[in-house]
């Protein structure tokens, strides 16, 4: 059975997360029996950049070089991602549950008559049926979904399994679809780009702060701790919200799901609603004044006390390595 993985980029470069799709749709393929594993491509990338994808269990690729594709359309991506699942004749279709996964699924699922499993956290089982787990109540809970249709599609949620690069090389062939302007439906006209720091989705070292920290103007101790681990900052969707901190940097159910190596949450509780964009981090360390909150229940370490006397004592330390 033939799987296709649409592999997404920033302004020409893959990811961790398009890497982990890409090892996902390879091993899927195993599971069901072998067969192509073909990802597809839009936009502006270069051949250098798209060989890489071999290395992670890529059997082909389909390009479509076409600069209209580096500005997002979910309209014209699940045109073309359509495509490329008639010409690979795929019957399990892979998508990261990134935003743009997220807004293709979909349209695509409906383009192709497909059952679609949101936000997948393992391999599909094939024993009885093809059946898929993903999270529920905001990763408080597991369901397990058959999928019926002849097409299947599962958008994997990023970070779950670690991208591993191996040997190999896949071929390279030109995606036969032809769009009109009027399919992409949308023109970017500006753009703001954050620069910086390495993204969330990306990071793994994270130094998140929450309500706790009273204001903005004290998000200065919380920055010293980040630069002194070298890791990117975070915050609880309130933060972002009071517009204390940009949007970007809100995690949980409504912002981004991260997986870093270390998570410090410092003056943020633990709801739930966080914890499902966290809780997948492979250490987590809480800051909390409060003995009680939720947070110390997910933590493997945590401080009971005031994050204005911890956080410089721990930056201080820190910077003695
Ligand atoms: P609070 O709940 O106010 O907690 C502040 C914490 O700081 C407390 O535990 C307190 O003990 C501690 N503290 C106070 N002073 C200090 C100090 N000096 N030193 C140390 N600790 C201190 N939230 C998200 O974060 N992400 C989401 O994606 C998200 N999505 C949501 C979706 C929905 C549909 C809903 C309903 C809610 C969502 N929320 C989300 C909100 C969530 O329910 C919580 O309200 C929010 O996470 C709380 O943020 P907080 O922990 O920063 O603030």
């Not at 890497?19 to 073909?38: H, L, P, Q, S």
């Not at 699942?85 to 935003?99: R, T």
Request: net charge neutral; proline share 3%.
């Amino acid at each position: 059975m033939s799987v296709l993985v649409f592999v997404d980029h920033t302004q020409g470069s893959f990811k961790k997360k398009a890497f982990e799709t890409v090892n996902y749709a390879a091993e899927t393929a195993k599971r069901i029996g072998g067969g192509d594993v073909t990802a597809v491509v839009l936009g502006t990338v270069s051949n250098e950049e798209i060989n890489q994808l071999g290395q992670y269990g890529a059997t082909k690729v389909l390009h479509l070089n076409d600069a209209r594709f580096d500005n997002f359309s979910a309209r014209a991506y699940a045109k073309a991602i359509a495509a490329g699942v008639q010409q690979a004749g795929a019957k399990v279709v892979i998508v990261s549950y990134n935003v743009s996964g997220k807004a293709v699924a979909g349209i695509l699922a409906a383009q192709l008559k497909a059952g679609l499993v949101s936000g997948a956290v393992d391999y599909p089982q094939t024993d009885n049926g093809f059946v898929v787990k993903k999270t529920v109540f905001s990763g408080k809970a597991f369901a397990h979904v058959k999928i019926t249709s002849d097409v299947k599609i599962i958008a994997l949620v990023p970070n779950t399994f670690a991208p591993k690069k191996g040997e190999g090389a896949a071929a390279a062939e030109a995606l036969n679809v032809s769009l009109s302007d009027a399919d992409f439906g949308i023109t970017k006209v500006a753009e703001d780009v954050v620069k910086g720091e390495i993204p969330l989705s990306e990071a793994e070292l994270v130094v998140s702060g929450g309500r706790g920290l009273k204001g903005p103007e004290n998000w200065g101790i919380l920055e010293d701790l980040g630069k002194a681990f070298g890791a990117t900052l975070a915050c609880s969707r309130p933060v972002a919200d009071a517009h204390w901190r940009p949007h970007h940097e809100h995690v949980g159910q409504t912002g981004g799901t991260i997986r870093p190596n270390l998570y410090v949450a410092v003056g943020i509780s633990g709801a739930i609603q966080h914890l499902a964009g966290v809780n997948s981090s492979k250490t987590i360390v809480v800051i909390n004044k409060d003995p009680e909150a939720p947070f110390f229940k997910a933590a493997d370490y945590g401080v009971v006390g005031d994050a204005f006397e911890v956080l410089p004592k721990l930056t201080e330390a820190v910077n003695k390595f």
